[in-house]
């Protein structure tokens, strides 16, 4: 590749950004926040081209495919920048309605033209443009990798082991609303600092500022805000009287559903969104160890905390496992356990996820669970409250882990008294019935939020 300079256009900054993640690994939000910082683009074109990595590199393999039907040697020998090239285009071209097909085109030509010789610019011009020719044709309906669970994970751009792991635990058409939702935007959404004000009071106040602002339909201190840009850059944000936390999340707290004045424990703490939200809950009375095994996570809760001005907050470092050691057993009155993991249900925030994670992950994750799990239960007051969450739905991180851990530890048992208002919603979405035991499974497409588990459970007295 030629000597370039440093990138000018959006597109320009999201090839970069495609060419740095697929070599290096790298997060794509991390990487992608560094190179925006540095080129200072406009906020349109920072958001086009924020669409532009989160969409190619959620949509691999279906714009692989595609592409490969335009080429006579289908992806072979094509030189990885290229191909990231192709597929930020096709990504235009498919997926992204605003942007008129020669522009992307257009473009695509340029940057190879720039980066490299007549014949790869010739190529990108060949496939791009015979691609807009037939675009019609270009549907998800139209796509047949020969069987069906190949199918859908072109159809949606999923390796082919997840789609057949939820096929195996939901059902074909539950596993492919999972793979369609995490191909979502997500919206933003705000958690309302009740120790200050009333979430309906906060709405009006947002709506009246002119942001499309709308309550959650699910947690109780949850605002939908969409289009709201950098909510943190905010008067409001910086006075803590809100939190950015996505509404499934929110609800961790509010089954937890602590008293003024316990004494709270969150194993896994950093960044902190649940662990402040339980001491909101607490008025800023009784205490919350918020703990987590990196110290420089730790600062994150520290500033969280100080930003709510909440005094019952105390940040500690260590690992989960060995917090037997810092603390008496059955000292707490509820211990928090939002435990590391395959994080499937926040696909839509971290798309690369899909094809970073391996199947054999999923059985180490799990044992790491059973073990902080096993840590935790010994904390517990009797009579006290263990929650236990993942941002996931591998059922081996969730129900399955949970069914294991009752049976080795039969002190404990699932608690279904859960707020009647979230009761009441879940079931109004026929998402719990009748048998709700105190467990509950969210996928990302029941209320358009993250994919969560949350489990109550109470050490018996
Ligand atoms: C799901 S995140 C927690 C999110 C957090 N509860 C919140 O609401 O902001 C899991 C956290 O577990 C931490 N972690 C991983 N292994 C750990 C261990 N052995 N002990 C303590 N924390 C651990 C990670 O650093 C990560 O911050």
Known sequence: MKRRQA??????????????VEQSGAYSNIQLNRMLQEAELSRTDAALATELVYGTIARKKTLDYWIAGFRAKGLHGIEPWVLQLLRMSAYQLLYLERVPSHAAVNE????????????????????????????????????????????????????????????DAYGMETAEAICAAGNEPPHGSIRTNVMLQHPSDLLQELQQEGLDAEASPIASSGIIVRKGGNLAD??????????IQDESSMLVAEVLAPKEGMTVLDCCAAPGGKALHIAELMNGTGKVWANDLHEHKRKLIQQGAERLRLGNVEAITGDAGALAERFPAGSMDAVLLDAPCSGFGVIRRKPEIRWTKEESDIASIAALQ???????????????????????????ENERQIAAFLKEHPEYALDAGWPQLLLRRLEEKGIIDAQFDGQLQLLPQHFDSDGFYIARLIRRS
């Open 7 to 20: 990138a000018r256009s959006p597109r320009e900054l999201a090839l970069d950004a495609l060419v740095k």
């Open 108 to 167: 695509a030509v340029d940057i190879a033209k720039r980066r490299s010789h007549r014949g790869i610019a010739g190529m990108v011009n060949g496939v791009l443009r015979n691609m807009v020719r037939r675009l019609s044709d270009l549907t998800e309906a139209c796509i047949d990798a020969g069987e069906p669970i190949a199918t859908v994970a072109v159809r949606h751009s999923y390796p082919e082991w997840l789609v057949r792991r939820w096929t």
């Open 234 to 243: 905010s008067d409001g944000y910086r006075a803590g009287k809100w939190s």
């Open 370 to 396: 059973r073990r902080l799990l096993h840590a935790a239960s010994g904390l517990v007051r009797p009579g006290g409250v263990l929650l236990y969450s993942t941002c996931t739905v591998e059922k081996e």
